[in-house]
C-alpha cells in the first residue's frame, strides 16, 4: 500500500523544481534547454541505480564514486584504444563487484567498511590508468550520448529508458523480487531455499554493471576523464535513492523513484545557478534543497500514516 | 506395508549436539500419512532441534533421519515470523515456489495464495497484492500459515507448526484447527508444537512429550489426560488450585489512562481479540508514564515485553546488564551493587544459569523471559506494564511468575496485564476487554469468567 | 568470551607491524622521529575516530558524514576570531567548541524532528556548513596565535601536546563507555533502540548528547588541526570522513553498533597513519598506495571477522 505513494512525492518534487527552473528561466523551456538542464543527468541516474542495488540488500556502497571514475578511465583510455581489451577489463571490474558481495555475505563484513576500502582500491587503480587528466571518448559512446532524437532530448530519453528497464528488472521479475526480499528478510529466502550469497553476489554485479555504464556515459560527454571526475557520486547517489523514496533497509527501494531524484539532483545544481546565487552558498543551498525535499516527505508520510 | 503406509519421516536414534550441549539425545519417531502429532515439552527440551532435524536446517550429529517417500514437500512453519515484509503476500508465496519462472508468474502466484488462504482460514479478508509490512501479525500468521500448506508446485505432505496460534486470537485459531484435522483426514500429516494444550488435545492422534532431549512419552491422545501430560513434561500440575490465590484488597486510583483506571496493589487485565488495541494501548502508556530525554530515579513504570527480541532482550549482552539496565541510577554505575542486585533476582525468579556473566542468547526463551520479568521488578516502580509476557513461556515459569506476581501486588504494586489467554486474565482483580480498539466492558471480581470476556470480545448483543 | 583476544589488539599490532616494516628499510634509523609523527598526525584521526565511534554505536544507520565540513567551520571561524591575536587562544577554543555545539545540535534537529536518516541529514547538512565556512573564510589563510601554534606543534616530555589531549579525552570517552550510566544507555541503545526505550531508557537524551559529542570532537579536531598547520583550509576535513569511519572498525568496534572500543581507535589511527609512511618510505606512487592501504583496511576487517566468535 505504501509502496505506491512513495513514488508520489519524488514526482511532485521534481515538478515543483522543474515549474521553478522554467519560472526564473522560461528559455530553459524548450529542447536545448531541457537538454542542457539534465544533461548530466544520465550517469548520475545509473549511479543511482548502483547504489540503490546495494541498498535493496541491506548495505550501503561508499565506493561508488570512485569505481565510477575508474570505469570511465578505463572508458577514456582501454576502451578507445584497445576495445577488446576495454570490454574484458570492464566485465572484470563487474565480477569484481560480484565478488566483493559474495564476499562481505559470506564472511558477514560490514558493507559500508569493505566498500570503503575497497575506494581506495579503485581510486588508486584508476591514478594508475591515468595520472593526470586525459583519454578520449570512444566515438560510438560520444555519439550515443549527443545524439539528437526528434521531440525528445536524450537525456530525457535515455532516463525513461533507465526507469523502464530497472522498473522491469527490479519490481516486476522474479529475480528482482528475491532480490529484494533478500533486503526484507534474509532468512527466510534462505529457508525458501534460495542461495543468498548468490543473490548477493547478483546485486552486487548489478551494481557494478551500472556503475560501469554510469562511468561510460559519463566519458561520452566529457570527451575525457581524470581519477576524480566521480568521486562525488557517492555521495549523489546515496541522496538520489532516498530523494526517489527508497530505504536504507528493509529491501524498500523504487527504481523510477532513484531515477527521478537523480534528476532532482542534476536540476537542483542548473536552478541554483539560474538563481544567481553568490558561489559561496551553492553547495549550501543544494544541502538546503535536500533537507527540503526530505521534509516535504515526512509531512507526506505522515499525512499518509494518518489516513 | 503398503505404500500408503510407509511412514512420511522416521528418525532412528537421531541425536543433535552443539558443542557439549546434547539438544536432542537419541529420539526415534516416525510419523505416519494422516497423523497428526502433538508434540509437547518445556523451553529447551529440544522441540526446535527436532523441527530443524525434520526440516533439514542441519543434520544429526548420529543416528538417521529418513523420508521413505522422499524428502520433498517437508514444510515448515516457523514460531518467529519469517516472511518478507516488503513483499507482497502473493511474492513472498512465489519466493516459495520453485515451479513459478518466468513472464507472468505473478497471476498463478496470486490465485494460489488466494485459494490456500480461502481453504484454510474462510473469511479471512487478506489482499494478496497488500505487502506483508501492512498486515497485523494475525494477518502475517495466517498468510505463513497458508504458505505451509499451499501445493507450491506439488503437494505438502508433511506441515510442521510451530506454536501456530501463538498470534492468533480463538475464532481464528480454531479455523486452522479445523483445517489441520481435514489436512490429516485426506491423508496428509502433520507435526503440531503449541503450549496451549487444550489445542493440542484437540487437533492431535498421538502425543509426543520431549524431555530434556529425548522422548519420555509417545501414546495415543485418548491415553493421556490434561493432568498426566502436564506431569509427563516434568511438572506439577496445578490445575485450578493455584489460580485462586486471594485476591489483594484494592486500593486508592493512581492510573487514569487510555481509558483504563488501576487501583495500587491491583492486578489488572487486558483481554479480547487478539490484535483489538490491547498492545497499542499499553505502549502509549507507557510511554506516556516514562520520558524519551529523562530518567528520574522514581520511575512511573516498568514494561515487560512480549516480543522479546523486537521489544525486551538487548541481545549483546550478558545477563546480568540485561537484568540491571533500568534500575542503574545515575553517574557511575555501582558494579558490586549491580551484581548483588542480579545474584539476588537470580535466586528469586530462578534464572537457569551458573554465570551470569553469560551472554542473555545463551539462554532458552523462557529463561530470557525470566530475566525481562526481573529487569522489571527489580526495579521500585509502582506501576508494571506487560505486554503478553507469557508467549511461548512454559507451564512451570508460569506458575513461577503468577506467584510472583501476586506477591508484589499484596506489597502495592500495580500491574497492568495484557494477555492473548483468557486463563490468565483470569486471575486477575479486573479486566479490561479491548473490541476494535476500544474497550468494550470492565469487569470485576466475580463478574470475571471465561464467558463474560468473551461475550464483550464479540459482538453478540446490539452494539451499546 | 574473556579468553579471547580482545579486538582492539589486532589494531595495535598492525600498527607495530608497519612501524618495524618502515623501520626495516631505514635500519633502525628515525625510529623517534617517526613515532613522533604517527603520535601527531594519530591524534587528530584519533579524535574524531572517537567521535564516529560514539555515533557508529549508536547502531545501524547512524553515522556522521559532516565531520569534514565541522572541522573545517570549526578551524576557520576560530581562526578568524582570534585574528593571530596573542592572548585569544581560549576565546579561539571556546568558538569551536560552540561551532560544534551548534552543528550537533542542528544536525540532531534534522534527525530526530525531520526523522532524517542520519547519513542523509548529516550530508545535506554538511554542504550548508561547508558553505558557511567557505563565505566566512574568502579565501585567506589567517595564521593562528603564537602561542597556540606553539602548543599544537610542541612536546611535553617528549610527547607531542596533540597527543596528550588525545589521551586525556581518550580516557573520559573510556570512562563514559566502560563504568558510567551514560554509557551503558548508549550501549543499550545501539542494540535495540526499542527494547532499551521499553527498559526505561530516555533514548532521544543519548542519542543528542552522542550526535553532540561527535560535533565536539571534530570541532576540536578541527581547532587543534588548524592550530598546528598554520591556519585553516577549506579542504583541510576532507580525508577525515573515510578516516573516521575506517579506524573505528579497524579498531575493532562493530558497524552493527551496541558495542565500542576506545584503545582500538587510537590503535587504528596510529596504523592508518603509519602505514601511509610505510609505503611512503617504500618509494610507493600515489596510486600504489591507495590501492594497498584500501587492500590493507580489507584484509584487516576479514581477519578480524574470521577471529570473532560467531552469534
Not at chain 2, 131 to 150: S, W, Y
Not at chain 2, 171 to 176: V, W
Not at chain 2, 179 to 193: E, T
Not at chain 3, 17 to 28: D, E, K, N
Amino acid at each position: 500500500m505504501l509502496s505506491r505513494y512513495r513514488i508520489i512525492l519524488p514526482v511532485v518534487s521534481l515538478a515543483v523544481l522543474l515549474a521553478a527552473t522554467f519560472y526564473m528561466q522560461p528559455r530553459a523551456m524548450s529542447y536545448f534547454g531541457l537538454n542542457l538542464l539534465f544533461n548530466l543527468a544520465v550517469p548520475i541516474a545509473l549511479a543511482t541505480i548502483a547504489q540503490m542495488m546495494i541498498i535493496m540488500v541491506n548495505d550501503i556502497d561508499l565506493s561508488l564514486g570512485a569505481f565510477v571514475s575508474l570505469a570511465a578511465c578505463i572508458t577514456a583510455t582501454y576502451l578507445n584504444d584497445t576495445p577488446l581489451l576495454g570490454v574484458l577489463i570492464l566485465l572484470g571490474l563487474v565480477a569484481s563487484y560480484a565478488l566483493m558481495g559474495a564476499v562481505i555475505h559470506t564472511l558477514d563484513l560490514p558493507a559500508i567498511v569493505v566498500t570503503l576500502g575497497m575506494s581506495f582500491v579503485w581510486g588508486g587503480l584508476a591514478l594508475f590508468i591515468l595520472p593526470t587528466p586525459g583519454g578520449a571518448a570512444p566515438g560510438w559512446i560520444r555519439t550515443l550520448m549527443t545524439v539528437k532524437p526528434a521531440l525528445v532530448p536524450m537525456a530525457v530519453l535515455a532516463a525513461v529508458l533507465i526507469a523502464l528497464v530497472t522498473h522491469l528488472l527490479v519490481i516486476r521479475s522474479r529475480l528482482g523480487t528475491v532480490l529484494r526480499g533478500v533486503g526484507g528478510n534474509a532468512r527466510s529466502i534462505a529457508r525458501a531455499g534460495w542461495n543468498v550469497t548468490v543473490l548477493k553476489a547478483t546485486a552486487y554485479g548489478l551494481a557494478g554493471l551500472f556503475g560501469v555504464l554510469a562511468g561510460m556515459a559519463l566519458v561520452g560527454l566529457t570527451t575525457s576523464a581524470d581519477a576524480n571526475i566521480a568521486l562525488r557520486y557517492t555521495l549523489l547517489s546515496i541522496a538520489g535513492v532516498i530523494l526517489g523514496g527508497g530505504e536504507f533497509i528493509g529491501g524498500k527501494v523504487s527504481p523510477v523513484g532513484a531515477v527521478i531524484g537523480a534528476l532532482t539532483l542534476t536540476l537542483a545544481a542548473s536552478f541554483l545557478s539560474f538563481l544567481r546565487l553568490s558561489p559561496d552558498w551553492q553547495i549550501g543551498a543544494q544541502g538546503a534543497i535536500l533537507i527540503l525535499v526530505l521534509t516535504a516527505r515526512l509531512l507526506f508520510s505522515r499525512r499518509g500514516a494518518a489516513a | 506395508m503398503t505404500e500408503t503406509d510407509k511412514p512420511v519421516v522416521a528418525l532412528r536414534d537421531a541425536a543433535k549436539h552443539f558443542g557439549p550441549v546434547k539438544a536432542l539425545d537419541g529420539v526415534s519417531l516416525s510419523v505416519a500419512p494422516g497423523e497428526c502429532l502433538g508434540l509437547v515439552g518445556h523451553n529447551g527440551a529440544g522441540k526446535s532441534t527436532l523441527v530443524n532435524l525434520i526440516n533439514g536446517t542441519f543434520g544429526p550429529s548420529s543416528g538417521t533421519v529418513d523420508f521413505p517417500g522422499g524428502a520433498g514437500d517437508v514444510r515448515a512453519v516457523f514460531q518467529e515470523l519469517s516472511l518478507c515484509p516488503n513483499l507482497t503476500v502473493a511474492e513472498n508465496l512465489a519466493m516459495a515456489h520453485p515451479a513459478l519462472k518466468g513472464v507472468g508468474w505473478r497471476r498463478p502466484a496470486g490465485a494460489e495464495i488466494r485459494a490456500a488462504l480461502d481453504r484454510v482460514f474462510p473469511d479471512h479478508g487478506i489482499d494478496a497484492d497488500a505487502e506483508v509490512d501492512t498486515l497485523t501479525i494475525a494477518e502475517r500468521q495466517m498468510v505463513e500459515i497458508a504458505i505451509g500448506f499451499a501445493p507450491r508446485g506439488g503437494a505438502a505432505r508433511l506441515v510442521i507448526l510451530d506454536e501456530p496460534t501463538s498470534s492468533l486470537d480463538e475464532g481464528i485459531a480454531r479455523q486452522l484447527l479445523s483445517h489441520v484435522k481435514a489436512f490429516c483426514a485426506a491423508g496428509g500429516a502433520v507435526i503440531f508444537i503449541s503450549h496451549m494444550l487444550g489445542e493440542v488435545f484437540d487437533v492431535s492422534s498421538r502425543i509426543v512429550v520431549l524431555k530434556d532431549g529425548t522422548v519420555v512419552a509417545d501414546r495415543p491422545v485418548g491415553d493421556f489426560t490434561r493432568a498426566g501430560l502436564v506431569d509427563a513434561m516434568g511438572h506439577v500440575a496445578t490445575e485450578g488450585a493455584a489460580q485462586q490465590a486471594a485476591r489483594s484488597a484494592p486500593g486508592e486510583v493512581i492510573l487514569r489512562a487510555e481509558g483504563l483506571e488501576a487501583r495500587r496493589g491491583e492486578v489488572v487485565g487486558l483481554s479480547g481479540l487478539a490484535g483489538h488495541g490491547q498492545a497499542a494501548a499499553l505502549a502509549r502508556l507507557y510511554l506516556g508514564l516514562s520520558s524519551d530525554w529523562r530518567r528520574g530515579r522514581g520511575a512511573g513504570a516498568v514494561f515487560v515485553a512480549g516480543d522479546r527480541p523486537r521489544d525486551g532482550v538487548l541481545p549483546l549482552w550478558s545477563i546480568l546488564r540485561n537484568v540491571s539496565i533500568s534500575v542503574l541510577g545515575r553517574g557511575l554505575v555501582d558494579r558490586a551493587a549491580e551484581r548483588r542486585l542480579a545474584e539476588d533476582w537470580r535466586k528469586r525468579i530462578g534464572i537457569r544459569t551458573d554465570d551470569l556473566t553469560n551472554p542473555i542468547l545463551s539462554l532458552s526463551g523462557g529463561n530470557q523471559q525470566k530475566v525481562l520479568f526481573a529487569r522489571a521488578l527489580a526495579s521500585d516502580a509502582p506501576i508494571v506494564v506487560m505486554d503478553d509476557p507469557m508467549r511461548g513461556v512454559d507451564v512451570g515459569t508460569k506458575q513461577d511468575v503468577y506467584a510472583m506476581i501476586r506477591a508484589e501486588a499484596a506489597k502495592g504494586r500495580t500491574f497492568l496485564w495484557y494477555s492473548t489467554e483468557t486463563e490468565e486474565v483470569c486471575q486477575c482483580d479486573r479486566v479490561f476487554v479491548f473490541r476494535n480498539g476500544e474497550i468494550s466492558a470492565e469487569l470485576t471480581g466475580e463478574q470475571i469468567t471465561e464467558e463474560r470476556i468473551l461475550e464483550a470480545s464479540f459482538e453478540m448483543q446490539e452494539a451499546s | 568470551m574473556t579468553m579471547s583476544v580482545k579486538p582492539w589488539v589486532w589494531a595495535w599490532l598492525a600498527a607495530a607491524q608497519a612501524f618495524a616494516a618502515t623501520l626495516v628499510l631505514t635500519s633502525g634509523r628515525g625510529a623517534g622521529e617517526l613515532a613522533y609523527a604517527a603520535l601527531s598526525f594519530g591524534a587528530f584521526a584519533a579524535i574524531v575516530g572517537m567521535g564516529q565511534m560514539l555515533v557508529i554505536t549508536l547502531g545501524p544507520g547512524n553515522v556522521d558524514l559532516s565531520i569534514p565540513a565541522t572541522m573545517t567551520l570549526a578551524g576557520t571561524l576560530a581562526l578568524k576570531v582570534m585574528g593571530s591575536d596573542p592572548g585569544t587562544a581560549w576565546l579561539g577554543l571556546i568558538v569551536a567548541l560552540g561551532v560544534g555545539l551548534a552543528v550537533g545540535c542542528a544536525n540532531f534537529a534534522l534527525i530526530w524532528l525531520l526523522r532524517l536518516p542520519p547519513i542523509i541529514a548529516t550530508l545535506a547538512a554538511s554542504l550548508v556548513y561547508q558553505s558557511v565556512a567557505i563565505w566566512s573564510n574568502r579565501g585567506l589563510r589567517i595564521k593562528p596565535p603564537e602561542g597556540l601554534a606553539d602548543f599544537a606543534t610542541g612536546r611535553l616530555l617528549g610527547v607531542p601536546n596533540v597527543a596528550w589531549v588525545t589521551l586525556v579525552l581518550a580516557i573520559v570517552v573510556w570512562v563514559l563507555l566502560e563504568r558510567a550510566v551514560w554509557g551503558r544507555w548508549l550501549l543499550a541503545a545501539g542494540q535495540n533502540l526499542r527494547a532499551a526505550r521499553l527498559a526505561g531508557v530516555p533514548v532521544q537524551a543519548v542519542r543528542a548528547a552522542t550526535y553532540v559529542a561527535v560535533a565536539v570532537f571534530a570541532s576540536l579536531a578541527g581547532y587543534l588541526l588548524s592550530s598546528f598547520s598554520g591556519g585553516a583550509a577549506l579542504n583541510m576535513g576532507a580525508e577525515y570522513l573515510l578516516m573516521s569511519i575506517a579506524v573505528v572498525v579497524i579498531g575493532g568496534s562493530s558497524i552493527a553498533g551496541g558495542n565500542s572500543n576506545v584503545p582500538g581507535v587510537i590503535g587504528a589511527s596510529l596504523f592508518m597513519f603509519l602505514v601511509v609512511s610505510m609505503l611512503n618510505s617504500y618509494g610507493a606512487g600515489a596510486g600504489v598506495k591507495s590501492v594497498l592501504t584500501g587492500a590493507i583496511i580489507i584484509a584487516i576487517v576479514i581477519a578480524a571477522s574470521t577471529r570473532r566468535p560467531r552469534a
